[in-house]
């Protein structure tokens, strides 16, 4: 095999020591800088490794990966390896590269660049903790690559970072023990040679740099920190003016195509011709033969709160921005949403208040339409649920179910308050959790541990309206036969799924559904406020809110449009896109497809649904009783245009993965992609035009240099449409910010201030670059209008722009032709303060979440000893170990389906052990233990109550919570407790994500065992996942 790299390449320390320890001969080809090796790479790439004559590899890390190929690692260690020589190749080389570039090359150290490293290695250290290596094979691939990549900063030269012993002490550790192999010696002698990294400088400055990094996934960056930021905002203008973007050298980085240039220099001197033109809409907006009809919802929200940003993001604006997209592409698009005003929620925030319900929902519709106002949040009608229409096309629907023989009559169990004369719904109802025993826990969830409670399961429940304590009764209700509807919903999902757009945790949650059978759904509530059931015998009920609330779209647009049926009733002709948080994907793609299916009338169904994760607000969670996060009336209240808001939360949405609102990051991102990026490449064009051109687009003579960047804008603007297409939000945000960086770096390359100065033929040669930036200016007016509606307006004043540019199309044309009069420039943002975001994070802090209360150990009863403290350390981890073992013998016994007598034998050891651990721990042994009732077997046969208010159903239970347990639901709810630390661990260890589906399978599953010996459906135990706050 043959090395070709040239003096002082850096990345061949990866491939020589690699060489070194697989006992691989090769033979070194020094090369000079800009020898082109590899004939059919456009760019010369060094070090380049010769396998066999005319085979290369040339990336350092997948060479490196072929020479250590003959380790024995297992399929998980071969699994992490790829995982870090992906991370080093997609997100540390894009950035590393640049960085030494400016630091070694340049001798200029780039804050933003460093700051972003930064982040990485924070993330790189947290995964080294305890390891001595990246896997428990040793020294890989994967670690000699990482080694050879981190080096020019770890060792003594221009790029090195000061103290980086101290803040990432896993990395010194690991790097250490790496760097002492005598393979990697041998290859630092060879290539460094006893100097500085000094060395790697004429190689550097040679080599083409790596691609933009894409968006992070898996293996995220952290935000950087808010000290680099402040460094940043300390630069002069002239600092900030002379300094190269270092992700629009990477832009730069791969070459554009022949084809790529004659396509985008023919539509540019096609003129404006090739643009489609501009489309009015005019209200009603109707479906019309032979365009693209596209109808969006986004989840209507709970009434009787303030949403706050994780809420906003997750629906309403996500929605607002793909509408204004299609409104811009010409499309045919109807947008809608309202309020969700009826059910418990509703009632429980009207007694709270001691408003009624109506009052409550008055109130509420209007807080949250003057939000979305400010938030310029732009529905064609933005209604409400609790209308006339509502009510007819929800029993209409009903009715139709009904006669086609789709709903069952079931008795289910509830707590009733007797004083109250009144069925409690789990808002009613407040006591002990059983889990954690916090006091304050609520019928569905408990606020300390998180978990997902059945209301009867709480101990010493309490009415929340009078205090009383409730019993548990049978009622009648209503349930949706959804396993009869099953397989026309799997024929109409298979149909989606190929040809619609599905976030993947939309698709999952759903799979997840439907897997193992669907099971009836309850239909029916023992409320007051809601949508009244129309059948004898319980018209005294009302209907779920998650089978009447989706309803609500198809009477919201009836409210808005007496033809409302050519938008419901015709699913040829109509495409419908839900948007929402992953919470609510189960009610809109399992339970509403089937209320459709079943009434048979030729409804529209779902085609697309785009699903978020969740929103975090800076460490924590929003919290709105703890005063924690900002709100939507917060927002307004900051002073901060929404715009700015608005950017942030679309530049942070939480596409593929949780993400958090952060006040640093905020104040980074405003600071630096708004107002040095975007605001400075604009408003420096434009006042050039206004001060040196009496605000006039000058005749444009293009050099084939611009005649590069006319193709580089359209490649941006064609990814940024196929995002969009895709509902990938975030992604195009970044195609935008692409565009604006190539101006900034055309600016800055042609210099036309000083141009100016210059001779005739120069200051034409000023005209020309300005009059192109205005341009640019003018696409990205166009392309910023979905995510900065006002901004974009007031580019477009300041340009004067056409009404015709306001439509996406996929070339990159002249709008402002010469002679064109702009408007008059004006800066388009303000820099936020950093003692500002100290105010706001103070204000905005709340209070901490509750924690759990510790419980005295009960007095011993019966003849058991009582319980003095904790014993041996010794003799409680062995216990402990023997729990741990005879848990396994009982799920083994059960997974095999032993007969019932050797399950319940081996129960019985364990119960007994659990017992000894109790006491070995200084605690009660009764409850660790549990009792040894039975559980009610026709509760157990009992379909889904479906209820509680989220994803996750309120089954029912044989025994009120002043019972025991049955021994089986003790002995499978401490396994899941067990389980959920397990994947916790895992997810806070950043695991890897085969090796986290694994455990959540097994966590899934004992979920399942646990709810049937409760008396609950499995699929409601599993279905939604983790239920975190209202309903968007």
Known sequence: MKLHTNSGNFNSLKILAAA?????????????????????????????????????LFSAGAATRFLLSQQSLSQEDESVVDRWLEWDSNQLQPLLVPYLVTAIGQNKQDASLLSQLQALLKLLNTE?????????????????????????????GKALIKGWEGLYPNIKVWFTGVET???????????????????????????????SPPIPSGLKPEKAAADTNKKQQGKSKSEKMDTESAESQILAARPVTPEELAAAVKAWNSGKSSCPKFRERVHPILPQEGERNIMITSALPYVNNVPHLGNIIGCVLSADVFSRYCRLRNYNVFYICGTDEYGTATETKAIEEGLTPQQICDKYNKIHSGIYKWFNIDFDYFGRTTTTQQTQIAQDIFWKLYNQGHILKESMEQLRCEKCNRFLADRFVEGTCPLCQFEDARGDQCDACGKLINAVELRFPKCKLCKATPVIKSSEHLFLDLPKMEPSLQK?????????????????????????????????????????????GYTDKVFYVWFDAPIGYISITANYTDQWEKW??????????????????????????????????????????????????????FSKSRGTGVFGNNAKDTGIPADIFRFYLLYVRPETQDSSFSWDDFLLKNNSELLNNLGNFINRALMFINNNFGGTIQEMLLTDEDNQLLAHVTRELCTYIENMEQAKIRDSIRNILSISRLGNQFMQANKPWVLVKGSDSDKKRAGSVVSLAANISCLLSVLLQPYMPATSDTIQQQLNSPKEANVVHTEFLCHLSPGHKIGQPSPLFEKIATAKVDEWKKLYAGQPAPVKKETKPSKPTGGAAGASGPSD?????????????????????????????????QVAKLLDLKKQLALAQGQDAAPAAGGNKKKDKKAAKQPSSGQGSGPTANGTSPASSGQESSPEVVCLTEEVAKQGNV?????GKKADKSQIDGEVAKLLDLKKQLALAQGQDPEAAVGGGKKKGKKK
Request: net charge neutral.
């Open 20 to 56: 070194e320890l697989s006992g691989t001969k090769l033979e070194v080809v020094e090369r000079k800088h800009d020898d082109k090796v590899v004939s059919y790479l456009t760019r010369s790439s060094l070090p380049v490794l010769e396998v066999s004559p005319n085979k290369f």
């Open 128 to 156: 080294l903790k305890g390891h001595q290596t990246l896997t428990k094979a040793g020294i890989t691939g994967g670690d000699i690559t990482l080694w050879g990549s981190l080096y020019p900063i770890f060792k003594p």
């Open 181 to 211: 192999e005598p393979a990697v010696q041998k290859s630092i002698s060879v290539v460094v040679n006893g100097k500085d990294t000094g060395v790697f400088k004429e190689s550097l400055l040679a080599q083409p740099l790596p691609l």
């Open 492 to 536: 109409h999902l298979d149909s989606v799924f190929s040809t619609g757009t599905w976030t993947s945790n939309a698709k999952n949650i759903t799979n997840s559904w439907i897997r193992d059978g669907l099971k009836p759904r309850c239909i029916s509530r023992d409320l007051k406020w809601g949508t009244q059931v129309p059948l004898e």
């Open 568 to 621: 419901w009733k015709n699913p040829e002709q109509v495409e419908m896109y839900n948007f929402l948080g992953k919470d609510n994907v189960p009610f809109h793609s399992v339970i509403f497809p089937c209320t459709l299916l079943g009434a048979n009338d030729n409804y529209t169904m779902v085609n697309h649904m785009v699903a978020t994760e969740y929103l975090n607000y800076e460490e924590g969670k």
């Open 873 to 905: 350390p010794a003799e409680v981890a062995r216990l402990t170990d023997e729990v741990a073992k005879q848990g396994s013998v009982v799920r083994d016994l059960k997974t095999k389906k032993a007969d019932k007598s050797e399950i319940d034998a």
């Open 983 to 987: 994947v916790r661990d895992l997810k």
